[in-house]
């Protein structure tokens, strides 16, 4: 079992940068790729980024492209999701998650961002 722990996030105005980061313990040599993904009120959860945990190879939704940056630090076991250019759209509770194959099946609690106009 892989534990997550989110943090970072807050309110922000529109144009604003938050960084939230992600802590994995536990089972962690499993891992294969981590991932945030957002949900918005009365919204399902949609995928935001990821990144691979034994290389560099990531993936963005379009609609955060070029705004929102994912890195890691494998030896801290962690992973960051920079975003910068924040508009009211992205205001969401966020969700880090892990994968040992193919699914996500670790998820943390979620942490708040809102970003006023």
């Known amino acids: 079992q892989v534990h997550l722990v989110e943090s970072g996030g807050g309110l922000v105005q529109a144009g604003g940068s938050l960084r939230l980061s992600c802590a994995a313990s536990g089972r962690t040599a499993s891992i294969a790729g981590m991932g945030w993904f957002r949900q918005a009120p009365g919204k399902k959860r949609t995928f935001v980024a990821d990144i691979a945990w034994g290389g560099r190879n990531t993936a963005y939704a379009d609609s955060v492209k070029d705004r929102f940056t994912i890195s890691k630090d494998n030896a801290k076991n962690t992973v960051y999701l920079q975003m910068n250019n924040l508009n009211p759209e992205d205001t969401a509770v966020y969700y880090c998650?892990?994968?040992?194959?193919?699914?996500?099946?670790?998820w943390g609690q979620g942490t708040q961002v809102t970003v006023s106009s």
């Open positions: 998650a892990a994968t040992r194959e193919y699914d996500y099946d670790s």
